[in-house]
């Protein structure tokens, strides 16, 4: 059974740890040698931490002996490097923080070891989440378990990478623009990302502040069920969280499709699309219909907006959130190379920080600058309260959304490194979401080309539940979800 410990899903994990038949300890060595095993590959890791997982391993073991423990107490998982967590090297897969260790725990770090997870180590990610293919990495890029000359989606590649290739049982990624939900397409398994101000941004590294939001990688619907029931809830110490109660996400996932009404953009299927994901999308809403599901077409009028908009409001919050990297308090420190301040400012940021961070930093700059204001930044922001609008209007309609994720399956890695308008085409079907901080699932429904293809399913503001139980219904007739890569 050891040798098959990393094709288990968590809550298959979870089974043996209750009934006693494997410990934390053997849960957590075996998945220490899966990634010494298949790492080398895939990459998906920047900082493994062996030793601080059996330890976290050990007392989870005395806690179950005794009875006790949360609902992932034993289980090993990885975090995304833009996540802070104590006593462990952050650097958000940037040159600029390569040693920065921080002195505090994310708030959902700190809910997830309260709730007893091992940590095995911090993903590989693009820069400062700034990708949609993990290519942006300082350090390295991480490949498709399925295909290891295709890129994993990003800028959460490593997370989602590392659920497909059994290296962990659940990961924490973030989803700025769809960096959820696009690289659990890529990689075969599910990826959520909850309405904004649902989990906790304290301790998250900002890229963009009004637009990311984290959420679970896991194999399964039911165990993102399991990770977001633990890291949801109100955080008094970040202003955009949500006071609202956390509803039982495991009681919603046995619902069901009947009766619900589930709309079908069309702008989701523009010029774009290949064949097969469109046929593999299709052939999943069917399914969902012969469940029971109402499907109705309707239009997101303002979608093609999308990408402008989100490529004005993305890069001037990353702007002025990058703005604190000076290599004074954050970053490189290179004063001693540099007795002028402006050349300080200068060499730290231009050693620190990749071609992609400087782009947007730019972009970002010029649209907040004097003059361009009302032009660029002011108009994004009346056409994002239209997008928001559309799909307000459309829940008047509809109970959830369905499409796909991402109009391709994953690309060969340097297909699209020196076409940024290309790359940035990734994320077409799912910056509206962020826009308008609504929750959105990406889960398995197929392949194009030996590559996994992603359902997509959106819902109304706070309606986690929706998107849950139409998920697990869907994975209750098919199985996408059991399918691994041969790695």
Known sequence: MASAYHDLTLA????????????????????????????????????????????????????????????????????????????????????????????????????????????????????????????????????????????????????????????????????????????????????????????????????????????????????????????????????TSAPRKVPDYTAALNQGVQGLKLGVPQEFFATGIEPEVEAAVNKAIAELATQGAEIIEISLPHTEYALPVYYIIAPAEASSNLARYDGVKYGLSLRAENADLMDMYLTTRSQGFGDEVIRRIMLGTYALSAGYYEAYYGKAGQVRTLIKQDFLDAFNQVDAIVGPVAPTPAFDIGQRVDDPLQMYMSDICTLSTNLAGLPGMSLPCGFSGGRPVGLQIIAPHFAEETMLAIGHAYQQATDFHWQRPEI
């Not at 958000?92 to 709730?115: R, T």
């Open 12 to 239: 298959q994990a979870r089974e043996l740890l209750d009934q006693g038949e494997v410990t934390s300890r053997e849960l957590t060595q075996a998945m220490l040698e899966r990634i010494e095993a298949v790492d080398g590959q895939v990459r998906a890791y920047l900082t493994v931490t062996p030793e601080l997982a059996l330890d976290m391993a050990e007392a989870a073991d005395e806690l179950l002996a005794q009875g006790q423990g949360g609902p992932l107490t034993g289980i090993p998982g990885g975090i995304k490097d833009v996540l802070c967590t104590q006593g462990v090297t952050t650097t958000c897969g940037s040159k600029i923080l390569e040693n920065f260790v921080p002195p505090y725990d994310a708030f959902l770090v700190k809910q997830l070891k309260e709730a007893g997870m091992v940590l095995l180590g911090k993903h590989n990610m693009d820069e400062f989440a700034m990708g949609s293919s993990t290519e942006n990495s300082g350090f390295f890029t991480t490949r498709n378990p399925w295909d290891l000359d295709a890129i994993p989606g990003g800028s959460s590649g490593g997370s989602a990478a590392s659920v497909a290739a059994g290296t962990c049982y659940f990961a924490v990624g973030t989803d700025t623009g769809g960096s959820i939900r696009q690289p659990a397409s890529h990689c075969g398994v599910v990826g959520f990302k909850p309405t904004y101000g649902r989990v906790s941004r304290f301790g998250l590294v900002a890229f963009a502040s009004s637009l990311d939001q984290a959420g679970p990688f896991t194999r399964t619907v039911a165990d993102a069920a399991a990770v977001l029931q633990v890291i949801a809830g109100h955080d008094p110490s970040d202003s």
